[in-house]
Nanobody
Framework: QVQLVESGGGLVQPGGSLRLSCAAS????????MGWYRQAPGEQRDMVALITSSGNTNYANSVKGRFTISRDNAKNTVYLQMSSLKPEDTAVYYC?????????WGQGTQVTVSS
């Protein structure tokens, strides 16, 4: 089983920045697609960003140009650098890894953007 531990969430003012981290451990052997979803109260869980095993990235239109996803394969860690944050970015952010046919999720980390 794969465990994903997230960190880096918190409270930030509009226009500020945060960097989320997600470290995978356990039975993950190889390089797999990883990424981030987010879910606000009463909303569905939406894709934010993903990065493939080859390093290609994809972003939701709402965050493109503001967020950057990256990975450190040696550390089995994926990052989400969030800049120019907006109140509508407020959500619980979940990382995931798509290892083979199985998707594993992190525990979620709260990001709140407010004045």
């Amino acid at each position: 089983q794969v465990q994903l531990v997230e960190s880096g969430g918190g409270l930030v003012q509009p226009g500020g920045s945060l960097r989320l981290s997600c470290a995978a451990s356990g039975s993950v052997f190889g390089i797999y697609p990883m990424g981030w979803y987010r879910q606000a109260p009463g909303e569905q869980r939406d894709m934010v960003a993903l990065i493939t095993s080859s390093g290609n990235t994809n972003y939701a239109n709402s965050v493109k140009g503001r967020f950057t996803i990256s990975r450190d394969n040696a550390k089995n860690t994926v990052y989400l650098q969030m800049s120019s944050l907006k109140p509508e970015d407020t959500a619980v952010y979940y990382c995931y890894i798509h290892a083979g046919s199985r998707i594993s999720w992190g525990q979620g980390t709260q990001v709140t953007v407010s004045s």
